[in-house]
């Protein structure tokens, strides 16, 4: 039943109005006057208001005012009850807050049409209410749910080695999650590993396609696996979890600063460009692939680009939000500008290409927001400054005292399989060892390395001695290992731990014809004591051969009071 509060100076007119809205199924009160309105409007909080205009010590112009505010965001119809017919009068009427007016005498069937129109927009507005403040009480809980995933998306995707020195980027998104992710991190042997991806669609749904996308990028790049490995892996994870429909268009690169190669696969985002300082020139990295989570089992590619780079050449890569954005008339920049600017650009300023295609962006947007994520990224051909060891935390487990642990592998698998981040995966949950990556990755990859390169396949790495021998000592070395028919490695651990520290002894055996390792020096045979064994030696705390040579033997120690 809607209230009614009605407000005349004259008694007879209440009497009436009122007996009439009661027999219509009102709940009615009345006062004489506007004062008494506001002293009993809180307490009776009527549903629909009838003013009299001219009332003592307020009248009913002044009221309807004061009633608006009180009211709030509620609505409470006013309605006029006058004898003036003036359209100047009137107008007054409905400017002072009134919603409408019934002239005196009043006429029932007019007063029962009106207060039932208005009795209606009362309801509505009352359901309106309701479900505005439902909606808000929704979105402030969607609010708090996406702070909580936000907290969880930045721990996972964010850190790496994004702040190693040699990365450079911009990023924006339309929504609170950005369907544009950029991860970095450096393998335990200093390689430099970058991804830029680009996932279909905006906000949440994006970002659940990033989380397990940016965790097994992380974990294989700290646990040393190759390019080709994280991209299979990387695709497999995106095709088994994405739906019909979503996939992540991406660049990953690799840079090695041992062999100053870069290596880039492109599936999907727009042409990046490579600029050699020396040669003064612009190479373009254009999309070769479908994009990861398209492509299943043997028909996915992870064939790469392979460029020489020198300390002052830098990458240049963004997602195709780039080419999206839009001015006030909805144009878009596209792609020929971005091409024109690069192609234009003074090489002298190459440190300033950057910063010209977001400027060139930003001012063809103006005021205006983007209309998809945005993300441009520089990354600069010098070593990161990164500290490799604190990338990969100590494991949480307790690990186990003392075990002995054979891992063989044998022909076809030395083709397929790198067995170094298998075992550093391993070993990485062994207290204190979680934190020794860059030095442990390295003694497990030289003796493995060498002991099927030199072991098993008979390399040279005399070979290597330049440039042109580094690239020729690689093509053989994949001739020959596609041709292994026979032989193995076999790695032999054994591990013991105290109080205070722990110890590894690695054992390496190949089957090859080994070599008279008592008739070399330390730093006479090239093959045995180059760079490799070198760090070897440096990194644990002995090194040793035996049988006919084909035996290595490093111990390695490690502290466990931190």
Same mark, same amino acid.
């Given at each position: 039943?809607?209230?009614?509060?009605?407000?005349?100076?004259?008694?007879?007119?209440?009497?009436?109005?009122?007996?009439?809205?009661?027999?219509?199924?009102?709940?009615?009160?009345? $006062?004489? /006057? !506007?004062?008494?309105? =506001?002293?009993?409007?809180?307490?009776?909080?009527?549903?629909? @208001? &009838? #003013?009299?205009?001219?009332?003592?010590?307020?009248?009913?112009?002044?009221?309807?005012?004061?009633?608006?505010?009180?009211?709030?965001?509620?609505?409470?119809?006013?309605?006029?009850?006058?004898?003036?017919?003036?359209?100047?009068?009137?107008?007054?009427?409905?400017?002072?807050?009134?919603?409408?007016?019934?002239?005196?005498?009043?006429?029932?069937?007019?007063?029962?049409?009106?207060?039932?129109?208005?009795?209606?927009?009362?309801?509505?507005?009352?359901?309106?209410?309701?479900?505005?403040?439902?909606?808000?009480?929704?979105?402030?809980?969607?609010?708090?749910?996406?702070?909580?995933?936000?907290?969880?998306?930045?721990?996972?995707?964010?850190?790496?080695?994004?702040?190693?020195?040699?990365?450079?980027?911009?990023?924006?998104?339309?929504? $609170?999650? /950005? !369907?544009?992710?950029? =991860?970095?991190?450096?393998?335990?042997?200093?390689?430099?590993? @970058? &991804? #830029?991806?680009?996932?279909?669609?905006?906000?949440?749904?994006?970002?659940?396609?990033?989380?397990?996308?940016?965790?097994?990028?992380?974990?294989?790049?700290?646990?040393?696996?190759?390019?080709?490995?994280?991209?299979?892996?990387?695709?497999?994870?995106?095709?088994?979890?994405?739906?019909?429909?979503?996939?992540?268009?991406?660049?990953?690169?690799?840079?090695?600063?041992?062999?100053?190669?870069?290596?880039?696969?492109?599936?999907?985002?727009?042409?990046?460009?490579?600029?050699?300082?020396?040669?003064?020139?612009?190479?373009?990295?254009?999309?070769?692939?479908?994009?990861?989570?398209?492509?299943?089992?043997?028909?996915?590619?992870?064939?790469?680009?392979?460029?020489?780079?020198?300390?002052?050449?830098?990458?240049?890569?963004?997602?195709?939000?780039?080419?999206?954005?839009?001015?006030?008339?909805?144009?878009?920049?596209?792609?020929?500008?971005?091409?024109?600017?690069?192609?234009?650009?003074?090489?002298?300023?190459?440190?300033?290409?950057?910063?010209?295609?977001?400027?060139?962006?930003?001012?063809?947007?103006?005021?205006?927001?983007?209309?998809?994520?945005?993300?441009?990224?520089?990354?600069?051909?010098?070593?990161?400054?990164?500290?490799?060891?604190?990338?990969?935390?100590?494991?949480?487990?307790?690990?186990?005292?003392?075990?002995?642990?054979?891992?063989?592998?044998?022909?076809?698998?030395?083709?397929?399989?790198?067995?170094?981040?298998?075992?550093?995966?391993?070993?990485?949950?062994?207290?204190?060892?979680?934190?020794?990556?860059?030095?442990?990755?390295?003694?497990?990859?030289?003796?493995?390395?060498?002991?099927?390169?030199?072991?098993?396949?008979?390399?040279?790495?005399?070979?290597?001695?330049?440039?042109?021998?580094?690239?020729?000592?690689?093509?053989?070395?994949?001739?020959?290992?596609?041709?292994?028919?026979?032989?193995?490695?076999?790695?032999?651990?054994?591990?013991?731990?105290?109080?205070?520290?722990?110890?590894?002894?690695?054992?390496?055996?190949?089957?090859?014809?080994?070599?008279?390792?008592?008739?070399?020096?330390?730093?006479?045979?090239?093959?045995?004591?180059?760079?490799?064994?070198?760090?070897?030696?440096?990194?644990?705390?002995?090194?040793?051969?035996?049988?006919?040579?084909?035996?290595?033997?490093?111990?390695?120690?490690?502290?466990?009071?931190?």
């Amino acid at each position: 039943m809607l209230k009614v509060l009605i407000a005349d100076d004259s008694e007879t007119d209440r009497f009436l109005v009122c007996k009439l809205l009661k027999h219509l199924g009102y709940a009615c009160e009345s $006062v004489s /006057n !506007g004062a008494e309105v =506001l002293e009993l409007f809180d307490k009776y909080r009527p549903d629909i @208001l &009838l #003013l009299d205009v001219l009332m003592p010590k307020m009248d009913g112009l002044k009221l309807a005012g004061a009633v608006k505010k009180l009211a709030g965001e509620d609505f409470i119809p006013i309605l006029f009850l006058t004898g003036l017919h003036e359209v100047e009068f009137i107008e007054r009427c409905l400017d002072s807050g009134g919603d409408d007016f019934i002239t005196k005498p009043v006429n029932p069937r007019i007063l029962k049409a009106k207060m039932s129109a208005f009795g209606r927009m009362r309801t509505m507005q009352n359901s309106l209410l309701q479900h505005r403040n439902q909606l808000r009480k929704h979105h402030q809980q969607l609010l708090e749910e996406q702070s909580v995933a936000k907290h969880v998306y930045d721990a996972i995707t964010g850190g790496g080695s994004l702040d190693c020195g040699t990365i450079r980027h911009h990023m924006s998104s339309l929504a $609170v999650f /950005n !369907g544009d992710v950029l =991860l970095a991190s450096i393998r335990p042997n200093g390689n430099l590993m @970058l &991804l #830029l991806g680009d996932f279909t669609g905006h906000g949440l749904p994006a970002a659940l396609g990033s989380m397990p996308l940016a965790s097994s990028f992380y974990n294989m790049v700290a646990t040393g696996f190759s390019l080709p490995d994280i991209l299979r892996e990387l695709n497999q994870k995106m095709s088994s979890l994405l739906p019909r429909g979503f996939f992540c268009c991406a660049i990953v690169a690799e840079l090695d600063f041992i062999r100053y190669k870069l290596s880039v696969w492109n599936g999907g985002l727009p042409t990046g460009y490579f600029f050699q300082q020396e040669d003064d020139d612009y190479i373009p990295l254009p999309s070769t692939h479908l994009p990861l989570g398209v492509e299943t089992g043997e028909r996915f590619s992870d064939e790469c680009q392979v460029l020489d780079f020198n300390e002052e050449d830098r990458l240049l890569i963004w997602t195709d939000g780039i080419y999206d954005v839009r001015n006030s008339k909805d144009e878009r920049i596209g792609p020929d500008a971005i091409d024109h600017i690069v192609a234009q650009h003074d090489a002298s300023k190459i440190d300033e290409l950057f910063d010209t295609i977001l400027m060139a962006v930003e001012n063809h947007m103006g005021g205006d927001s983007t209309t998809d994520d945005l993300s441009l990224v520089e990354v600069l051909t010098k070593a990161p400054e990164a500290d490799v060891d604190a990338i990969q935390q100590p494991s949480s487990h307790s690990g186990p005292l003392a075990w002995q642990f054979e891992f063989e592998i044998k022909p076809p698998t030395f083709h397929s399989l790198d067995p170094i981040p298998v075992l550093m995966t391993f070993l990485s949950q062994v207290p204190g060892l979680g934190t020794k990556a860059t030095s442990l990755f390295t003694v497990l990859s030289e003796l493995y390395n060498n002991a099927l390169d030199h072991g098993l396949l008979g390399l040279s790495s005399f070979d290597k001695r330049n440039s042109e021998g580094f690239s020729n000592y690689y093509h053989e070395r994949e001739r020959r290992l596609k041709n292994l028919t026979d032989g193995y490695v076999r790695f032999t651990l054994r591990l013991t731990t105290g109080q205070h520290a722990g110890r590894l002894e690695v054992s390496v055996e190949d089957s090859g014809p080994g070599f008279d390792y008592q008739l070399h020096k330390q730093g006479v045979n090239n093959l045995l004591h180059g760079r490799g064994i070198d760090m070897v030696r440096q990194f644990s705390q002995s090194l040793s051969y035996e049988g006919r040579g084909n035996i290595a033997k490093a111990i390695y120690v490690w502290s466990l009071s931190g």
